[in-house]
């Protein structure tokens, strides 16, 4: 069983009170929030090894109101969430870092063109730009990760349609 999905078999288990005391336990300053330095520390406990990378994709991922810390409800969802929706999540992020070449968390067109013509998909630059403009949702000419995660969604949507007989 691979790390994540071992951690998460681990808090799946849980239920609502113990579920509070380990949320408390980890909330090391006591403020209703775990930061990135208490997350690494649960997994830790846990028997989990994260980088520093993965850890902030993870908060990322599961920090819904984007304050940076983890609250009580995200923990919880973090905990129940199947292994396979916490690795999906990771692997997403895998993918849209791949993209993200300057590590800004943007995929521009030039990005984009220099990643597929490195996978042999041959485009022009205009050909990235209208690929993009499809998906870019906020009009900046770039790709976020939200609008990746809805542009992925969408093309796996699109292929089990077609690929239906």
């Known amino acids: 069983m691979s790390t994540t999905a071992n951690t998460t078999a681990k808090f799946s288990r849980v239920n609502d009170e113990e579920l509070q005391k380990v949320f408390n336990q980890f909330d090391a300053n006591k403020d209703g929030k775990i930061s990135v330095s208490e997350l690494r520390d649960v997994l830790k406990a846990m028997g989990s090894r994260y980088s520093e990378d993965e850890l902030k994709r993870v908060l990322e991922d599961i ?24 690795t ?26 220099l990643v597929l013509n490195r996978l042999g998909m041959n485009s022009s630059v205009d050909d990235c730009a209208r690929m993009i403009k499809s998906v870019d949702s906020d009009g900046d000419g770039n790709v976020n990760f939200e609008e990746f995660q809805k542009m992925m969604s969408a093309s796996l949507m699109n292929s089990d349609i077609g690929s239906k007989p």
């Open 63 to 86: 920090d819904t109101d984007k304050d940076g810390l983890i609250d009580l409800s995200e923990f919880s969802t973090l905990c129940r969430s199947s292994s396979d929706e916490v």
């Open 88 to 113: 999906a999540a990771l692997e997403m992020r895998d993918a849209f870092d791949l993209y993200d070449q300057d590590k800004n968390g943007l995929i521009s067109k030039k990005e984009l063109h």
